[in-house]
T-cell receptor, first 113, second 104 residues
Framework: NAGVTQTPKFRILKIGQSMTLQCAQD?????MYWYRQDPGMGLKLIYY???????DKGEVPNGYNVSRSTTEDFPLRLELAAPSQTSVYFC????????????FGPGTRLTVT | AQRVTQPEKLLSVFKGAPVELKCNYS??????LFWYVQYSRQRLQLLLR??SRESIKGFTADLNKGETSFHLKKPFAQEEDSAMYYC??????FGTGTRLKVLA
C-alpha cells in the first residue's frame, strides 16, 4: 500500500493563479481531511469529507474548494491564489470506528508570490 | 472556543533524562486526545491515543480532567526520540507542536 499520496511536493504560484493539490489514498478510508500548517503553527482544518460525494468546511475554508467523487481521491482547489495561502498542505485519511488514527500524506509546500 | 496549548516550542534534554511534553486544552465535550509525532524527513504519524491507554516507545500520556491536560511523558529519553510532537485533543484539532531534542 502506498498509503496517502500527495502531489506536487513543491509549487510556486503567482498571485491570482489557480491550482489543484492532489491527494489519494489506497486504504479504502471513508474520512479524508485537508490541513494547512503555517510556520510555527499547528495544523488547521480546511475541508473534510466523510465519504464520496460528501464534503464539509473546516476551520479555514475561505479561498479553497474540494470535491470527493471517489473514495480514493480528495483534491483541493485553490482559486485566485493569495500570499496568505503560502503554507504546507497536508492531506490525511482515516477509517471510521478505528479510534481516530489519521494517516498523513507527505505534504505539499506552496509558495504564493 | 476550542483551544490547545503546547507551551514549549523547544525542549532539550540529555539522553537518559526524563521527558515531559506539556499539552493543555480547553473546550466542551469529551476529549478524544492524541499525540502525533513527526521524525525528521518522515510523515506525521500517531504516537498514542488516550482511549487505548497504551505505552508506545516508552511514552505514556495521562489525562488530567481537573487541569484539562494530557502531558506526554517518558522516563528515560533516547536520541531517537528527537522529533516534533503534536498534541491533538480532537481528531482535527492540533497544537502548535514541541520540538524535542535529545542530546548525547
Amino acid at each position: 500500500n502506498a498509503g496517502v499520496t500527495q502531489t506536487p511536493k513543491f509549487r510556486i504560484l503567482k498571485i491570482g493563479q489557480s491550482m489543484t493539490l492532489q491527494c489519494a489514498q489506497d486504504m479504502n478510508h471513508n474520512y479524508m481531511y485537508w490541513y494547512r500548517q503555517d510556520p510555527g503553527m499547528g495544523l488547521k482544518l480546511i475541508y473534510y469529507s466523510v465519504g464520496a460525494g460528501i464534503t464539509d468546511k473546516g476551520e479555514v475554508p475561505n479561498g479553497y474548494n474540494v470535491s470527493r467523487s471517489t473514495t480514493e481521491d480528495f483534491p483541493l482547489r485553490l482559486e485566485l491564489a493569495a500570499p496568505s495561502q503560502t503554507s504546507v498542505y497536508f492531506c490525511a485519511s482515516r477509517q471510521a470506528g478505528t479510534g481516530g488514527e489519521q494517516y498523513f500524506g507527505p505534504g505539499t509546500r506552496l509558495t504564493v508570490t | 472556543a476550542q483551544r490547545v496549548t503546547q507551551p514549549e516550542k523547544l525542549l532539550s534534554v540529555f539522553k537518559g533524562a526524563p521527558v515531559e511534553l506539556k499539552c493543555n486544552y480547553s473546550y466542551s465535550g469529551s476529549p478524544e486526545l492524541f499525540w502525533y509525532v513527526q521524525y525528521s524527513r518522515q510523515r506525521l504519524q500517531l504516537l498514542l491515543r488516550h482511549i487505548s491507554r497504551e505505552s508506545i516507545k516508552g511514552f505514556t500520556a495521562d489525562l488530567n480532567k481537573g487541569e484539562t491536560s494530557f502531558h506526554l511523558k517518558k522516563p528515560f529519553a533516547q536520541e531517537e526520540d528527537s522529533a516534533m510532537y503534536y498534541c491533538a485533543p480532537r481528531i482535527y484539532i492540533f497544537g502548535t507542536g514541541t520540538r524535542l531534542k535529545v542530546l548525547a
